[in-house]
């Protein structure tokens, strides 16, 4: 197997979403489950970011001398995946605030972070 | 028990196994992509931004950035609704330290420059107004930590947000009327690529999102910290 | 160059995933907390090996540090909580 640097994130990122994944459905503990899912974020991102890298290539930056408006998409690489990740981590952490005042919230009422003891839907 | 462990396991695995296929048909590129050849072909003529992610996030791809901003103000908005009942935390002994003091009085201010050069740089170098905002909701953060019984003004936070959030669609408008369509970045001349006053209204509409970022970030740290523990 | 970089990442990528095994199986929730701050730093090397400066600056000021310091945040006032119980 020939490793290059893509495969090399892509493999990685998409350890890191199994993790995640396995730890929100077997953690017992909220936050616990909340950090799997903030896990599996950052695989994602990973995963996203290293489909938009070509071997060679370096940022879409012009700084006037090793990239120029001329060479600029021969030298570098694609910045649409960039862009949507740029925006993903941001809002991945709202969502993280958000699950996190839930927990809180449950927490002042139940006194427990346990998910087995939240039982009022269950039948 | 044993059945919703063997569950997880069977979904875990199954998932892998989705995620190994598209490793599998993965192929090293060796050019762009059409849409990605566009973007960096044409970003230094139409755009004039250096930072092709800028251009991207700014301008041919406004209206996400505009509702990512949204989603951003709904979450500080609801995170403060849903704990508005837990009462101010009960105002214990100030009891931090001297040196978190010291050296949050002489770090404060570096940071919060260093997140405006951040992002009136968005065109031209690495960053932005989500990164220059981060950076800004971390110097309040380090505010809220050295003094936790409150010089942070809530009122203050809101209005800066609300009125850049209304001066960046006004901007957004402007495009519509004076050049090619909703956040069109032309209504201010393009000027020379490389230089800090160009790009059109790159920089002024990356500053306002960077304010914008930075003060709901701070928002939701400040309401999650001012909760108390009493149930409701 | 390429081979450096190989192993570089190679070396990284243990440590990531060795890092969220560790975030997930930990019982001290700190530990837990502390290495999932790691992951987001050491994703943030990662991407600006990638060749994303953008995404790495991104991902080290909000995930790094303000994630990490949320958590803590929420750990103290539930543990407040749960002593309340105790008492």
Request: no cysteine; aromatic share 8%; proline share 3%.
């Amino acid at each position: 197997m020939n490793l290059t640097i893509d495969k090399i994130a892509l493999l990685l990122g998409m350890s890191l979403m199994l993790i995640g994944l396995w730890g929100g459905f077997t953690q017992k503990n909220l936050l616990k489950i909340i950090l799997s899912f903030s896990i599996f974020d950052t695989g994602l991102n990973i995963l996203i970011v290293a489909l938009g890298y070509l071997p060679g290539r370096t940022a879409p930056i012009i700084d006037g001398s090793a990239v120029t408006p001329e060479n600029l998409a021969l030298v570098a690489i694609d910045p649409v995946p960039q862009a949507l990740v740029l925006t993903a981590i941001v809002i991945g952490f709202g969502t993280t605030a958000l699950l996190l005042a839930y927990a809180l919230k449950l927490n002042q009422h139940k006194k427990s972070l346990d998910i087995n003891q939240f039982t009022d839907l269950k039948w | 028990m044993k059945i919703k462990n063997s569950l997880v396991i069977l979904l875990v695995m199954a998932f892998g196994v989705f995620l190994f296929q598209v490793y599998k048909q993965h192929q090293t590129q060796g050019s762009l992509n059409k849409t990605a050849a566009y973007y960096n072909t044409n970003t230094p003529d139409e755009v004039g931004a250096s930072n092709v992610v800028t251009a991207i996030v700014v301008t041919y791809r406004g209206l996400d950035t505009l509702g990512e901003v949204t989603v951003l103000f709904l979450t500080a908005m609801i995170v403060g609704y849903i704990l508005r009942h837990g009462g101010k935390e009960k105002p214990m002994k100030n009891n931090t330290s001297e040196i978190l003091i010291t050296a949050a009085n002489v770090l404060i201010p570096g940071s919060i420059i260093l997140g405006v050069y951040v992002f009136i740089n968005g065109h031209l170098t690495p960053g932005g107004g989500f990164q220059g905002g981060a950076i800004i909701g971390t110097a309040i953060t380090l505010m809220i930590l050295a003094d936790p019984l409150g010089s942070v003004k809530k009122a203050v936070l809101h209005i800066t947000e609300s009125l850049s959030g209304f001066t960046y669609i006004l901007i957004g408008l402007a495009g519509l009327l004076f050049a090619g369509g909703f956040l069109d970045n032309r209504i201010l001349p393009l000027g020379n690529l490389g230089n800090l006053l160009s790009a059109g209204a790159i920089p002024l509409i990356y500053s306002l999102i960077g304010l914008k970022v930075g003060t709901e970030l701070s928002s939701i740290i400040a309401s999650i910290n001012e909760t108390g523990n009493k149930t409701a | 160059m390429e081979t450096f970089k190989i192993i570089m990442m190679a070396t990284l990528a243990v440590v990531m995933i060795i890092s969220a095994i560790m975030a997930v199986l930990s019982k001290e929730m700190p530990l837990a907390i502390l290495a999932s701050g790691a992951i987001s730093l050491l994703a943030s090397i990662f991407f600006l090996i990638l060749a994303s400066p953008d995404v790495a600056m991104t991902e080290a000021a909000i995930g790094a540090g303000l994630t990490t310091f949320l958590f803590f945040i929420i750990l103290r006032k539930t543990e407040q909580n749960s002593h309340e119980d105790k008492k």
